[in-house]
């Protein structure tokens, strides 16, 4: 089936370094790419995303590239805040069909000043 | 846009006991879906809904779950009976139809069974 891994956490940086999370899928087909975001005591949070190879998704000064040939999506970020605080899912979905989103295991972060 | 609404927040019961969670998702929005994710994992897909129809229950346990969303717009999630393993937190999510088109995330409801 289809499936996302992502680097074990925690991860904890200095403010101002820089942040990569790897994230590494498998699936049968091309699918949709996601970064989501949950910061403490709130919901999931669309971060970024990618709907075919070599696009590169960004926001809030975070970046992922769809590489099909490595099935890969890390997540990268120049310049992190203690803002940034929170952890971090990694995500598919398929792009034939109303399918649901699958998650991976999702990556701490904690950035201290 | 108002975003998806759960209730409740926080829930405690005792095993062996009965909850509902209860979701209003995005007006418009076809799509409707419940996760559970468990502490320390990524969220995992209950049951998915288009309109008023169940799309994917695959991985419901049905012996214990339900869910219905009988008017195409909010939905309830029950267990009955509840498990220790039941604890997690419960999201809603709904969506456009589409491939492309995002989730939106409710804050879920943090259930302990006791």
């Known amino acids: 089936g289809n499936s996302v891994t992502q680097m074990e956490g925690p991860v904890t940086l200095s403010e101002e370094a820089f942040l990569t999370i790897n994230c590494t899928y498998t699936?049968?087909?091309?699918?949709?790419l996601f970064w989501y975001v949950q910061y403490p005591g709130e919901g999931l949070q669309l971060l970024l995303k990618a709907t075919k190879a070599d696009d590169k998704g960004s926001n809030k000064g975070f970046e992922a590239t769809y590489r099909k040939e490595t099935t890969s999506f890390h997540l990268e970020k120049g310049s992190v805040q203690v803002s940034d605080s929170a952890v971090y899912f990694c995500a598919l979905r398929m792009n034939s069909g109303n399918t649901p989103l699958v998650f991976g295991k999702g990556t701490r972060l904690s950035v201290i000043a | 846009e108002a975003g998806v609404a759960q209730s409740p927040r926080y829930k405690i019961i005792e095993k062996r006991q009965s909850v509902a969670f209860w979701c209003n998702p995005i007006?418009?929005?076809?799509?409707l879906y419940w996760y559970q994710q468990i502490l320390g994992q990524g969220p995992k897909l209950l049951i998915q809904?288009?309109?008023?129809?169940?799309?994917?229950d695959s991985q419901l346990p049905k012996d214990r779950f339900s869910a219905e969303r009988l008017k195409g717009v909010d939905s309830t999630l029950k267990i009955q009976p509840a498990k220790l393993e039941d604890s997690a937190v419960y999201l809603c999510?709904?969506?456009?139809?589409?491939?492309?088109?995002?989730?939106?995330f409710g804050n879920g409801t943090r259930l302990t069974v006791t």
């Open positions: 007006s418009g929005h076809a799509t």
């Open positions: 999510a709904s969506s456009w139809t589409g491939a492309n088109s995002p989730l939106h």
């Open positions: 699936a049968t087909g091309y699918p949709s």
């Open positions: 809904f288009q309109n008023n129809g169940v799309v994917d």
